[in-house]
């Protein structure tokens, strides 16, 4: 299969509706697009990334009214972060209705749901009119492509279509949280941090071992290099022949320095994937601080560790 780059909304939509696959830019990470309701095109998906069947995926939308065509129940609390947080980096589980095929929720009774704000996704979504069901377009187990340059190197010949985009303003994957619940329950950190969600929602709920799979993705070994990632602390000594992604400026052979959580969130998967290029075998990142988009790091760079 040959793999096609489009900067054309229209193009990418009527391939969507013609059952095929689409990679498309958002605001956090690509991803790899299918209508939701054609369970043949949601199972090519699968294929293309070789993610395990038992992986739900995230549907997309780009107006809030088609929550009634996905979901069978939305709770006050799904209700009250539709209203404040959507659209944005946040992804909701709700009770899904029997319009979403069993393969896009892995056989859940739940479904995630998103409404992206990158301009370009929105107007990709509204075309397309139904909605998409998507992960990240990455093959399995990889970082997250935060450009369509990384889309295209793990996907060129497994998909018919790209839609070109910016380079992801956040880069790392949308906060995911479980409204079916009385207390809502975090499954996932991300781009929208604890802190904004509590002030819509009072307490939500944190798992103390997310890693532990509440969500069934999660238990999967996941955005990961080569090569063998270490979390060190701020200011540890490391070897000069390696590579390093961090607030200090050790001496090394090749190294990312940032200011902030959210430029080290930006610049993670990038890294990573530079570190690939580069045959770089091992990797030391900063312990970042665990609050705001902090915590979504920390989660990402264990799951990266994880053999
Ligand atoms: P990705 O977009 O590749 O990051 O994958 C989507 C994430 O959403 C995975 O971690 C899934 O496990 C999670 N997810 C999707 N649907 C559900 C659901 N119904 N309940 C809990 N987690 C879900
Ligand atoms: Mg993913």
């Known amino acids: 299969m040959k793999t096609k780059l489009t900067t054309r909304v229209s193009e990418a939509a009527k391939a969507i509706l013609a059952g095929n696959l689409v990679a498309f830019p958002t605001e956090t990470v690509y991803g790899l697009g299918a209508n939701a309701f054609d369970e043949r095109a949601v199972k090519k998906i699968f294929v293309a990334k070789g993610r395990p069947a038992d992986n739900p995926l995230i549907v997309h939308i780009w107006s809030k009214k088609q929550i009634a065509e996905i979901a069978s129940e939305v709770s006050p609390v799904a209700k009250k972060l539709v209203y404040k947080c959507f659209p944005g980096q946040l ?85 995911v949280i479980d409204c079916t619940k009385k207390i809502p329950v975090l499954l996932r950190p991300g781009a929208v941090t604890v802190e904004e969600l509590e002030e819509v929602v009072g307490r939500i709920n944190i798992p103390i071992a997310i890693k532990k799979a509440l969500s069934p993705g999660m238990k999967y070994r ?56 580069r045959g770089i075998e091992n990797i030391y990142a900063e312990i970042p601080e665990k609050k705001g988009v902090g915590r979504a790091l920390l989660n ?8």
């Open 222 to 277: 996941h955005y990961s290099p080569n090569g063998k990632v270490h979390l060190m602390k701020r200011g540890a000594k490391i070897p000069f022949n390696c590579a390093f992604i961090g607030f200090s400026n050790p001496k090394t052979a090749y190294k990312i320095k940032v200011k902030t959580a959210a430029e080290y969130a930006k610049k993670l998967y990038w890294f990573f994937r530079e570190c690939d290029l």
């Open 91 to 175: 992804t909701v589980v709700v009770k899904k209705n029997a319009r979403i095929p069993n393969i896009v929720t892995a056989g859940l009774p739940t479904v995630c749901i998103r409404m992206p704000s990158l301009p370009i996704a929105c107007a990709f979504l509204k075309q397309c009119g139904v909605p998409v069901a998507a992960p990240s377009a990455n093959l399995s187990s990889k970082p997250s492509p935060t450009t369509w340059q990384h889309v295209l190197h793990d996907m060129d010949g497994r998909i018919p279509l790209i839609l070109k985009g910016p380079k992801c303003e956040h880069g790392l994957e949308s906060t």
């Open 300 to 307: 990402r760079l264990e799951k990266a560790m994880a053999r």
